[in-house]
Structure formats: structure tokens, C-alpha cells
């Protein structure tokens, strides 16, 4: 893994948003995996200022979320699909062919997911995934237990995750779906890039359990150890502990 640390969240975002705008000018049609969460906000801003200075291109880049609640229609407030339209779809002008999402709404949520995992598979697959990381050290909605899915799949929330997600719903966590779905381990792994980024003390132990622990299904993130182009973007708290 290549660790790269800041001083501070905004120098994390700057690093992370001149990667990723780097990544989008050598590929045009690039393929990215996205995440939700505070951490990614202030790269998404970053990302938004660079693309208004026209320092890339972002029409023909394609994209993949991470993960979505069950149970809420994508024009909900609280749901993913609002909060990347919100922070980057409609900053960087995407048009809907160029976004690819999970509907936590669907009628039918196994084959909703199937679909997603041939949606990612015709793209060409991901070439870069963008990951934050739950303080439980969970990575998309793969939550620590006993086994974890390899693709995408319904989930059910840890109590912890649904009180992180509070603020999207009015910050009652009794208002978060207490399901979602997810990119599965394996469809994570198999994007050829992988870049982590984690701020705050909050996250250093599970960045360090991530890094130095054993890969274990308690610790979702502990499989980025097995993939070949991992990259950290941390600032000081969250790198505190390696
Ligand atoms: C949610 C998302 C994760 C994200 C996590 C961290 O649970 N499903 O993909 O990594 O939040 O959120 P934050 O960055 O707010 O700590």
C-alpha cells in the first residue's frame, strides 16, 4: 500500500482531487467508483473548483457508487443519489448516461443488484475506486461479521453506521434504513486502482487494523491488502496510530 499523509483535511482533499482529476485527463472514458460520507465532501468541492477552471474534462468519464439505502426513492433527501447529485453530479454538469446508481427502491432489490454487477461489467469495470472507510473499518456498506459478500448485495446496517448516516435524516438514526445495498468485496477489489481516504482521529485505529492487522472479515477494510494498487490519503489523526 502507498501511504500518503497531510496535514489536514482540506491538504487530503487538494492530493486526492489532483489525483483523481490526473486520473480523468489520461482517460478520458474513465470508469469511477464513488463513496459517500463527510470525508469525500471537501475532494468533491476541490474536484467541483478544479472542473470550473477547466482543469479536466468530466463529459465522458462514467460513474458507479459505492452503495445505496434500501426503501428510499433516489429523489429522497437522505439517499446517496441525492447527496453525489448534490456534491459532484451536477457540479461537474454529468449527464444521467454517465451515472450508474443503485436503486434502493427497486421492486425487485436481488435483481436490482445483479444488474449493477453487469452494469459494472459492460462499462469494462472500474478503473478507479474512490473508498472512505466506516470507524468500524467497514468500506462501501460491508459491515465487519462472521462472512462477507463478494458482489453486490443487500445489507443490514450496524446501529453504529445508521447513527453516522443520522445527519442525512434530520439526525435521527432511528430515520436511516436499517438496510442497503452494497458493492461486495470483490467487486471493490477487482477495480484496477484503489484509493483510501480517511480524516479524523475517529478513523486510526481501523486505518491501522487496515494496514497492519490481519485480513479478517471483522475488519472489511483489511482485504485492500490483497490488491496489488492500493493508495491511503490521510491526514495526521488518521494516520496517528501507523
Ligand atoms: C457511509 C458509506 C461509506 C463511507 C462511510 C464513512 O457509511 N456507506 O462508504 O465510507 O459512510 O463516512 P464518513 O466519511 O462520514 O466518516
Redesign the pocket.
Known amino acids: 500500500m502507498k501511504i500518503e499523509v497531510y496535514e489536514s483535511p482540506q491538504e487530503v482533499a487538494q492530493a486526492l482531487a489532483r489525483r483523481v482529476a490526473c486520473a480523468v485527463r489520461q482517460q478520458p472514458a474513465i470508469v469511477l467508483g464513488l463513496?459517500?460520507?463527510?470525508?469525500?465532501?471537501r475532494t468533491y468541492q476541490q474536484l467541483a473548483r478544479m472542473h470550473d477552471r477547466g482543469e479536466f474534462n468530466a463529459s465522458t468519464l462514467r460513474t458507479f457508487n459505492?452503495?445505496e439505502f434500501v426503501g428510499i426513492d433516489p429523489s429522497h433527501s437522505g439517499s446517496?443519489r441525492a447527496f453525489m447529485e448534490h456534491h459532484l453530479f451536477t457540479p461537474l454538469r454529468l449527464l444521467p448516461e454517465q451515472v450508474e446508481f443503485l436503486n434502493g427502491a427497486a421492486p425487485d432489490l436481488d435483481a436490482e443488484c445483479v444488474r449493477y454487477e453487469a452494469a459494472i461489467k459492460t462499462a469494462g469495470g472500474l478503473d478507479l475506486q474512490i473508498?472512505?472507510?466506516?470507524?468500524n473499518g467497514?468500506?462501501?456498506?460491508n459491515e465487519p461479521s462472521e462472512a462477507l459478500q463478494p458482489r453486490t448485495h443487500r445489507v443490514t446496517?450496524a446501529a453504529s453506521?445508521r447513527r453516522?448516516?443520522a445527519a442525512l435524516f434530520d439526525g435521527d438514526p432511528e430515520r436511516v434504513p436499517r438496510e442497503?445495498l452494497?458493492m461486495g468485496v470483490g467487486t471493490i477489489l477487482d477495480a484496477a486502482a484503489i484509493v483510501l481516504?480517511?480524516?479524523?482521529d475517529?478513523?486510526a485505529q481501523c486505518i491501522e487494523r487496515a494496514v497492519r492487522g490481519p485480513v479478517t472479515t471483522r475488519l472489511p477494510a483489511s482485504f485492500l491488502q490483497l490488491h496489488r494498487r492500493v493508495e491511503l490519503f490521510l491526514d495526521r489523526s488518521a494516520a496517528s496510530r501507523l
Request: hydrophobic letters at 40%.
Open positions: 463513496p459517500t460520507g463527510r470525508s469525500p465532501i459505492l452503495d446517496f473508498l472512505g472507510i466506516g470507524a467497514h468500506i462501501g456498506f446496517l453506521t453516522d448516516n442497503a452494497s481516504l480517511a480524516v479524523g475517529k478513523k
